[in-house]
């Protein structure tokens, strides 16, 4: 089954991921398996395009900010086209700013974003497959999201602390429930 508010195709130079609905938890863990399956190829830089996402949750968000860490360290990017300025804001609030390029005016494809976005539009973007992730692995994902951004810095830790302390309870009660 795809799920219609992810669409990407692979370029030439980047993985074009677009964000045609709000980026959430519901939708991020198809965004990480999409982009980990081109960073396992050697891909080096990932473009999540929001011109058309109204907003972002902070899993969506944690889950870029993984990705991003894993591409650094490989000598890659994450890059973030036109998101509005609310998109934005929320980003450098958390500091995904210090680890993602928002919108870089020198951007090679800055040239030809206009033709990248017609070429998905024409119907030659693969829509992302729905996950169906277990109740477990959904709880596991989210939480790894919000480690990754209580990990950047102190006041991201002081706000996900508690829901990180949340997921983990939860994990505990959910696995716990495994072996009875």
């Not at 976005?117 to 989210?142: C, F, I, K, P, Y």
């Amino acid at each position: 089954m795809t799920d219609s508010s992810l669409s990407y195709h692979e370029f030439d130079d980047c993985l074009w991921i677009r964000c045609n609905k709000r980026g959430s938890f519901v939708n991020s863990p198809a965004l990480k398996s999409i982009s980990e399956k081109y960073i396992a190829r050697n891909g080096r830089l990932i473009v999540i395009d929001m011109e058309i996402c109204p907003g972002v949750d902070s899993t969506f968000m944690g889950t870029m900010a993984g990705l991003a860490r894993k591409l650094i360290t490989q000598g890659g990017y994450l890059q973030v086209a036109t998101p509005t300025r609310r998109t934005r804001s929320a980003m450098e609030s958390l500091g995904l700013d210090s680890l993602v390029d928002i919108d870089p005016a020198d951007a090679g494809w800055q040239a030809d974003i206009a033709d990248r976005r017609a070429l998905l539009n024409q119907g030659n973007a693969e829509e992302a497959e729905s996950d169906n992730l277990t109740e477990l692995a959904r709880t596991r994902h989210v939480l790894d999201a919000h480690q990754t951004l209580r990990s950047m810095n102190r006041k991201n830790n002081e706000t996900f602390g508690y829901v990180c302390e949340t997921l983990e309870e939860d994990l505990l009660r959910h696995e716990a429930s495994l072996e009875d």
